[in-house]
């Protein structure tokens, strides 16, 4: 898939895409000039940003606790 698909597909601007590419995060691939990348490795690049639960308690100062009761 084009750079632009993938960026779109994973809601992101191409320069993240780029950034997310050059620190080895996604693989990519160059033909000549233009870079493609495979379909199933952005999928598995998503599985492996999943957030696993529990871990976003720093986004509500007030913290879970104070919401359960």
Known sequence: MST??????LGI???????????????AYRFGRVIRLKRLEVESFIESCRIEPGTLEHLYPEGVAS???
């Open 13 to 27: 601007t191409p320069r993240t895409l780029y950034r997310f590419i050059d620190e080895g995060q996604l693989p």
């Open 67 to 69: 919401r359960e009761g």
């Open 4 to 9: 632009a698909a993938a960026a779109d597909y």
